[in-house]
């Protein structure tokens, strides 16, 4: 839906992140571990950058036009987000 909404380029945030335990994500929505996962080549990284910030926030990006993909990224990074809407 993403993609064909004209988005595919576009970085979505999840509630994936390992603020708790590096390297160890959970779901912030429902506190469960992830089961299944779709990272990039080289992904998780938790890449530092020059201020001291890491990465500990899941999000969807298109980095090498491979479609969708899970990333690591600094949590403070403003970008678009996906909401799980309950249909009961």
Not at 10 to 36: I, V, Y
Not at 41 to 54: D, L, Q, S, W
Request: include cysteine; charge should be negative.
């Amino acid at each position: 839906m993403m993609s064909t909404s004209g988005y595919g380029r576009e970085h979505f945030w999840t509630s994936g992140t390992d603020l708790a335990e590096e390297g160890n994500f959970f779901w912030m929505a429902n506190g469960r571990p992830l089961t299944f996962v779709n990272w990039n080549a080289g992904e998780p990284n938790n890449f530092r950058y020059e201020n001291g910030e890491e990465e500990n926030c899941l999000e969807l990006w298109n980095r090498d036009d491979k479609g969708l993909k899970w990333n690591d990224s600094p949590c403070s990074f403003e970008t678009f987000f996906i909401c799980e809407v309950r249909t009961d």
